[in-house]
């Protein structure tokens, strides 16, 4: 049980002559300790019945004491709550063990390396905090010895139950969720080993690790313990000290299975409901190995029209896709890098549909499979017609556009990483913080698709709320929304942030404008070929007179001369036209300018990462920050 002090701080009391080694072990232990020192040993019974029960933990030095060693430790816990480590210049082992067989924690040559002596400290005592959580059952016919594993378990804080027989300890067991079971193998009505094959049979053999203890070493007997489940097995009468660390093994191996388990079932349950929201999005899913199709979703059955998967199934690439362009045929048969681009599929029923197709190829468990995400932009491309019939400036087209452009890049980001994870689970390689880590995407990405509309809608009207928001929070929402875009092309970004910079305006306005030139950045870096090639983007900020200054600046070559000055005009662009529509940077510049009263300019210009001179486009944007 943990003292109740004004600090509610563990609190620690070291006893040591050595003044000089007492302070370094205090200075070395966390602030979250309350330590004090004792360096005159003919105070120590006088401060102890004072004081004894403010202390958890008394590190003392015991052959500097003239009391008997059973002595000096019954004194303590006589007028103490605390626990005991021992510190001593020799090894004695047969007084070493009679420490541990009297209640001590633990024990530590002064000549060790005093940061080791400070961990395995620290790690005691975050054990003895949460020890309590952890319950051991012990079935031995022996009083004598429950009595004496108990008293030394429940020294170090864990929850101890005891039976002195089979059915006793079995009744327990199915009554009690166990961190650790001790076994003896001779008990009163049946032999351990008849207790493992029960324990087996109802499937709880591998809920909880199991000790056994006998005072047989029989090579036969501990085979078939091992064999039926145990952890470990321990001879009696066992040292003390093997058998409290054998214990502590055995119990941080009971927490990892446990906590291995809780995060399988969520990993499962995240699964089922990926898999569900897998079938549930706007776009479609193929997965193909050697250019034969292996799995896809329901949405890209509907999307072609089929009534089943298995119509497509194990059918070639371009029997599925017919009516992809020559060159994109090229593109989706090289598998050195991935591509995105737009063409047209025919549905079962002979329609043709408008579609964007974003391919990834990845290599898992010794598997190359190239991954196909569709988006169907039938209704997008026939806007886009009706666009280009009317005015080009009109603001109708400016959001259609937009929408189109914004739309794209993360529906694809969600399709690939919804492929990768299903694909390693059915594959059985899904790895934990990689699966966490595309869930975080995905959902970032969907948030960021339901506000897209809603920021159009806010900008195509007059009554907009202003609201106080951070510069820096701001940048980090529009990275977060596309780092798994930049990270999976091994860009980089660097960030001088001013983190005082608040704003008074649309947060929303900003993040689109910061996506579109991070976007367009991206794009010309993803065309940089080669491992000697280094991709950065650099974003700036400062506060300059109440203008919040932003400045963002990649390494991919800079912008033509002969272009530079067009790049902000409406439908401009440099990219095929499968990639872009050149409203992106019209956009951001009327946004910019109209809405936040402010200004953007870009030029190329070096810059230094890592003593490399780089060189690129810099767009400067200065707005008000009121």
Same mark, same amino acid.
């Given at each position: 049980m943990m003292n109740d002090n004004k600090n509610n701080n563990f609190t620690i009391l070291i006893v040591d002559e050595n003044s000089d080694f007492s302070n370094r072990l205090k200075n070395g232990f966390s602030q979250d300790y309350d330590v004090d020192c004792l360096i005159d040993f003919d105070k120590f019974e006088d401060h102890i019945k004072k004081d004894g029960y403010k202390y958890?933990?008394?590190i003392l030095d015991i052959v500097l004491f003239e009391k008997q060693?059973?002595?000096?430790? #019954?004194?303590? *816990?006589?007028?103490? =709550?605390? =626990?005991?480590? %021992?510190?001593?210049? *020799?090894?004695d082992q047969e007084n070493r063990d009679s420490y541990f067989k009297y209640g001590i924690l633990d024990f530590h040559k002064r000549s060790n390396n005093i940061e080791h002596i400070i961990s395995d400290i620290d790690e005691l005592i975050v054990g003895l905090k949460n020890n309590h959580k952890e319950n051991i059952l012990v079935i031995d016919d022996s009083k004598v010895i429950n009595y004496a594993i108990k008293y030394l378990l429940e020294n170090k804080n864990y929850s101890v139950s005891t039976a002195l027989n089979a059915k006793d300890g079995l009744e327990i067991i199915q009554n009690k969720q166990l961190s650790l079971l001790i076994l003896d193998m001779e008990l009163p009505d049946m032999h351990g080993i008849d207790v493992l094959d029960i324990l087996r049979d109802k499937k709880l053999i591998n809920k909880f690790p199991i000790l056994v203890i006998s005072g047989s070493n029989n090579p036969s007997t501990v085979r078939k313990a091992l064999k039926k489940g145990a952890a470990d097995f321990l001879k #009696?009468?066992? %040292?003390? +000290?093997?058998? !409290?660390? $054998?214990?502590? !093994?055995?119990? #941080?191996?009971? @927490?990892?299975?446990?906590?291995? =388990?809780?995060?399988q079932k969520e990993i499962e349950n995240s699964l089922l409901s990926f898999k569900a929201l897998v079938d549930s999005t706007i776009e479609a899913l193929f997965i193909f190995e050697k250019d034969i199709c292996i799995d896809l979703n329901n949405v890209a059955v509907?999307?072609?029209?089929?009534?089943? $998967?298995?119509?497509?199934? +194990? =059918?070639?690439?371009?029997?599925?896709?017919?009516?992809?362009?020559? @060159?994109?045929?090229?593109?989706l048969l090289d598998n050195s890098i991935d591509h995105n681009f737009e063409d047209t599929l025919t549905h079962k029923d002979g329609s043709t549909l408008d579609v964007q197709i974003k391919e990834h190829n990845v290599q898992l468990d010794g598997k190359n499979l190239k991954i196909i995400a569709i988006i169907d932009i039938t209704q997008i491309k026939q806007k886009?017609?009706?666009?280009?019939?009317?005015?080009?400036? &009109?603001?109708?087209?400016?959001?259609?556009?937009?929408?189109?452009?914004?739309?794209?890049?993360? !529906?694809? &980001?969600?399709?690939? &990483?919804?492929?990768?994870?299903?694909l390693g689970y059915e594959l059985d390689i899904s790895d934990?913080? +990689?699966?966490?880590?595309?869930?975080?995407?995905?959902? +970032?990405n969907t948030q960021f698709l339901s506000t897209t509309i809603e920021n159009f809608q806010n900008f195509l009207k007059n009554d907009r709320t202003t609201t106080n928001f951070s510069l820096k929070d701001t940048i980090d929402k529009a990275l977060a929304i596309v780092s798994a875009n930049l990270d999976s092309h091994e860009i980089h970004i660097i960030k001088k942030y001013d983190k005082t910079i608040q704003i008074n305006g649309i947060q929303n306005d900003l993040i689109q404008v910061l996506l579109n030139i991070i976007n367009n950045a991206a794009d010309i870096l993803k065309e940089k070929k080669g491992v000697d090639k280094k991709r950065y983007i650099l974003i700036e900020t400062d506060l300059i007179e109440n203008n919040a200054i932003i400045k963002i600046q990649d390494s991919a070559g800079g912008v033509p001369d002969h272009i530079i000055n067009k790049i902000f005009e409406p439908y401009f662009t440099t990219k095929h036209q499968s990639k872009g529509t050149g409203l992106g940077l019209y956009m951001t510049h009327k946004i910019v300018v109209e809405n936040m009263k402010g200004t953007i300019d870009v030029k190329n210009e070096k810059f230094i990462v890592d003593e490399d001179q780089l060189f690129g486009a810099l767009f400067t944007i200065n707005i008000p920050t009121n």
């Open positions: 958890d933990l008394i060693n059973n002595d000096l430790l #019954k004194f303590i *816990t006589s007028n103490s =709550k605390a =626990k005991v480590i %021992v510190l001593s210049d *020799t090894d #009696k009468p066992f %040292v003390y +000290e093997e058998f !409290l660390l $054998k214990i502590d !093994l055995c119990i #941080k191996s009971s @927490q990892l299975q446990q906590k291995f =388990k809780m995060q509907d999307l072609l029209g089929h009534s089943s $998967k298995e119509e497509l199934l +194990e =059918k070639e690439i371009f029997t599925i896709f017919s009516d992809i362009s020559l @060159q994109h045929r090229d593109e886009e017609q009706m666009i280009n019939n009317q005015s080009k400036m &009109a603001s109708m087209g400016e959001m259609i556009g937009n929408i189109a452009h914004q739309w794209r890049q993360p !529906l694809t &980001a969600i399709s690939v &990483a919804a492929g990768g994870i299903k934990q913080d +990689e699966v966490l880590r595309e869930l975080d995407n995905i959902v +970032e």
